[in-house]
């Protein structure tokens, strides 16, 4: 079975590929652009992709919209994640954390799948907090600077790792589960 994964990211193409190998499912990256709905939800961004994405023809695609929400900056960046990542970046969240002493925060994703003429929707959250600087290479957006642990930041640890206590890593736990509910997989 193939599924296309829509987006811009490389990099969710890589933790997707990573997730659903044992599955014998495989990954196809598709770019094609899509509106991204200004909204205080994750899930109504999904949903409309999903529509517009539907009357272009395609069909067994994966979409995904994920933020990362602090506690104290009431909860943004949020759903400006993309935006805040591509103007302040990572170096502009420490500096407006500066200071701060509750650095909780949670990443959250949406995941939207098209599959067999279904739809399978579900959010996954990974709770942690901001560093106090970037720590490690891999991953990407906001990796260096969240820790789910406390120890390690997600760009400090391989893929695999990553997958198994991330927002996407959860999220695709419950839609793994959803596909076998409906004897998909
Ligand atoms: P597409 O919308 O094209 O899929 P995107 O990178 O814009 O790609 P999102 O809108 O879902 O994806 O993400 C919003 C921002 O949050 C963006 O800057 C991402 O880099 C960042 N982000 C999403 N998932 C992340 C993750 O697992 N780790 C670190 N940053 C993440």
């Given at each position: 079975m193939k599924l296309k994964v829509i987006t811009s990211n490389p990099g969710k193409v890589r933790e997707y590929q990573d997730s659903f190998s044992h599955l014998g499912i495989e990954m196809e990256h598709l770019h094609l652009p899509y509106d991204e709905v200004q909204t205080s939800d994750l899930e109504e961004v999904v949903t409309k992709g999903m529509e517009e994405i539907r009357k272009k023809g395609v069909r067994d695609f994966i979409i995904d919209d994920s933020g990362l929400f602090i506690d104290d900056l009431k909860?943004?960046?949020?759903?400006?994640s993309a935006y805040a990542q591509k103007t302040i970046g990572n170096k502009g969240i420490l500096k407006l954390m500066d200071g701060v002493g509750n650095r909780s925060a949670r990443f959250k994703c949406c995941i939207g799948c098209d599959i067999n003429g279904e739809t399978i929707m579900v959010t996954g959250v990974c709770e942690g907090s901001i560093m106090d600087a970037e720590h490690g290479n891999?991953?990407?957006?906001y990796d260096p600077i969240f820790t789910y642990d406390g120890k390690?930041?997600?760009?400090?640890?391989?893929t695999e790792e990553k997958n198994k206590f991330s927002h996407r890593g959860n999220a695709v736990r419950l839609l793994i589960d959803e596909m076998k509910k409906r004897n998909i997989v």
């Open positions: 909860g943004f960046p949020g759903v400006w891999g991953g990407f957006g390690l930041s997600f760009a400090e640890m391989p």
